[in-house]
């Protein structure tokens, strides 16, 4: 005689083992901006506003999903014979990764 409390076991058994194995799976997309552009000084400089000054090239920074240019400014450097290394983005997975300007 067949007995079913173990088969009606084996075939709960079986389909839970079935159903986790589809389950737990989700998509999340998210918008990626496109590359910002090539960094492109529009206007004039002017003058520096006395001696030593050095000027910092303005940058692309991205604004929720836009791009919007930062000006360039006047600055003195922090201590003698110091370089001005100016801010970029790189292209980091899905995304881009943005490395602040700093004085060298």
Same mark, same amino acid.
């Given at each position: 005689? %067949? ?10 058994? %079986?389909?839970? @083992? ?12 998210? *918008? ?23 000027? @910092? ?13 930062? *000006?360039?400014?006047? $600055?003195?450097?922090?201590?003698? /014979? $110091? ?13 881009? /990764? %943005?490395? *602040?300007?700093?004085?060298?």
């Amino acid at each position: 005689m %067949f007995n079913l409390k173990p088969a009606l076991a084996s075939a709960v058994l %079986f389909g839970a @083992i079935s159903a986790v194995g589809c389950g737990g799976y989700a998509y999340y997309g998210y *918008r990626v901006a496109p590359p910002p552009p090539p960094p492109v000084e529009v206007g004039v400089m002017g003058y520096a506003p006395g001696p030593g000054y050095v000027w @910092i090239g303005g940058f692309y920074d991205l604004r929720g999903d836009r791009w919007e240019w930062r *000006r360039g400014y006047w $600055a003195q450097p922090p201590r003698p /014979r $110091a370089v001005w290394v100016r801010p970029y983005w790189e292209r980091h997975g899905h995304g881009y /990764r %943005f490395h *602040r300007g700093y004085w060298r």
